[in-house]
């Protein structure tokens, strides 16, 4: 008797004991393990029901009710064993866990390998989407593209929107005065040629790079530490530090209020080079984060990262050849270039 709680039918005979079946009555069970094996006829009604587990009711039958239970054909077992031992075999790549006590895959059959495969391949198609929106919005001259030579402590700056370049010279960092001329100049450019600086595009470390940009316009102002303050007036007095060299700076929207975005976050699983991957890692990308066909000048990595930002966005160039993509397209419906 399988599954759970069988409640009694309603109006007929309760038997609560085995010993008490009358003989000639069988459940289903009792049917189908009978040589050859039985089972009700169409219209048969149960003449009793007995209690088992405690709470459920089986229902009986009269063994004049019953008819031979058809066996199944050769062909039909074959093909039985055939779809049970399919349970363990990948409908994508054909991987069969070599495990004798391996758990069936499961819905959708699909082996832990390809899942990645497809989870990797759904994150490319989603950095296309992204790469767009963020190309989008330096087409429509609301971003801003932005690289430091240097993410600590940058010395050069390149910028460029939709209309205009620069590059330019940060002073040295005890000379807060000249970054603040720096500053303005970027924002002299957005204020010009773009309708709204909502975003800047940075490759990567967004947060480090803004930092260090605020940071060299207070040269003269230590940055709070952990180590002096508990962490709400720590919060408190470095957010008082920001907003002073924000004002020496003109409050300069693009390096206030604009969201920092990491082009190299969305470059990563386009391209889809693996991690030293194992099958669960296969999904996950450790990228080298230098700018891929980045030049030695900050004006050359500037150029990088709009080239790569648009070869993401077009999805229009080769994709790394250990991407799972490429090595597993097996696990993809439509396999991609
Ligand atoms: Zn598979």
């Not at 048969?44 to 019953?66: I, R």
């Not at 409908?91 to 070599?98: I, M, Q, S, V």
């Amino acid at each position: 008797m399988s599954g759970g709680y069988r409640p009694p039918l309603e109006g007929v005979l309760r038997i609560t004991r085995w010993d008490q079946v009358p003989d000639g009555w069988f459940t289903r069970g009792q049917l189908a393990r009978l040589d050859p094996p039985r089972r009700p006829a169409r219209d048969a009604v149960p003449q009793g029901q007995v209690l088992y587990h405690g709470n459920s009711y089986a229902p009986l039958f009269a063994l004049a009710d019953t008819v031979p239970k058809r066996r199944a054909s050769a062909a039909q077992r074959a093909a039985l064993a055939r779809a049970r031992q399919l349970q363990w075999v990948c409908r994508r790549c054909g991987w069969r866990d070599p495990h004798p006590d391996a758990a069936p895959l499961g819905r959708g059959r699909v082996c832990l390998g390809c899942a990645a495969t497809q989870a990797a391949f759904g994150r490319h198609r989603q950095a296309t989407r992204n790469a767009r929106w963020m190309l989008d919005g330096w087409l429509s001259g609301r971003a801003l593209a932005l690289v430091v030579d240097n993410l600590e402590d940058p010395s050069e700056l390149a910028v460029a929107g939709r209309g205009f370049r620069e590059t330019l010279t940060l002073p040295p960092s005890a000379d807060g005065t000249a970054a603040v001329a720096a500053v303005q100049r970027v924002s002299a450019q957005v204020a010009e040629h773009l309708d709204a600086c909502e975003r800047v595009l940075c490759w990567t470390d967004a947060h480090t790079v803004r930092h260090a940009l605020r940071r060299i316009l207070v040269p003269d102002l230590p940055w709070p530490s952990q180590d002096d303050l508990d962490p709400g007036a720590l919060h408190a007095a470095r957010s008082r530090v920001n907003a002073e060299a924000l004002r020496r700076a003109g409050d300069p929207g693009w390096l206030a209020k604009a969201k920092w975005r990491e082009v190299v976050d969305e470059y990563a699983p386009w391209y889809g080079q693996p991690g030293d991957c194992t099958v669960l890692e296969q999904g996950r990308f450790r990228p080298d984060r230098r700018l891929p066909l980045a030049a030695d000048t900050t004006a050359g990595a500037l150029d990088a990262l709009l080239d790569n930002l648009m070869a993401v966005a077009y999805n229009d160039r080769p994709t790394s050849a250990r991407a799972p993509w490429h090595t597993n397209p097996a696990a993809l419906d439509t396999p991609e270039r």
